[in-house]
């Protein structure tokens, strides 16, 4: 979306479409699956996890850093990643408010 564009959405409504482009790939919903299971900080191991090429596992993990659902940190030669806890809870909470529960009335027009 241009920036231009952006301005005519809430604030709430950007929020959503950048976590929902950053989960738009499978191989981000396995990291971030991979990464709330180990529950903490993982270095090196999700390109064995994954299968990916390094560079391309790399590439899926900068932009759930640029998105701001984990969080990098460097380690001696490589970089750790983990869930980002702020940014997680802030973003349930976003979902849980756009999926409302809907009372189906069996009739949509």
């Given at each position: 979306?241009?920036?231009t564009?952006?301005?005519?959405?809430?604030?709430?409504?950007?929020?959503?479409?950048?976590?929902a482009k950053?989960?738009?790939h499978?191989?981000?919903?396995?990291?971030l699956?991979?990464?709330v299971?180990?529950?903490a900080c993982?270095?090196g191991?999700l390109?064995?996890?994954?299968g990916?090429a390094?560079?391309?596992?790399?590439?899926?993990?900068?932009e759930?850093?640029?998105?701001?659902?984990?969080q990098?940190?460097i380690?001696?030669?490589?970089?750790c990643y983990?869930?980002?806890p702020k940014?997680?809870?802030?973003?349930k909470?976003?979902?849980?408010s756009?999926?409302?529960e809907v009372?189906?009335?069996g009739?949509?027009c």
């Open positions: 979306m241009g920036a564009k952006a301005d005519l959405f809430t604030k709430e409504q950007n929020e959503i479409a950048t976590m950053a989960l738009a499978p191989a981000r919903i396995a990291i699956q991979y990464l299971k180990k529950n993982v270095c191991d390109v064995e996890e994954l990916l390094q560079a391309t596992t790399s590439q899926h993990l900068k759930l850093k640029t998105a701001g659902i984990i990098g940190n380690e001696g030669a490589s970089v983990c869930i980002e940014i997680w809870i802030k973003y909470e976003l979902f849980n756009f999926f409302k009372t189906l009335t009739k949509c």
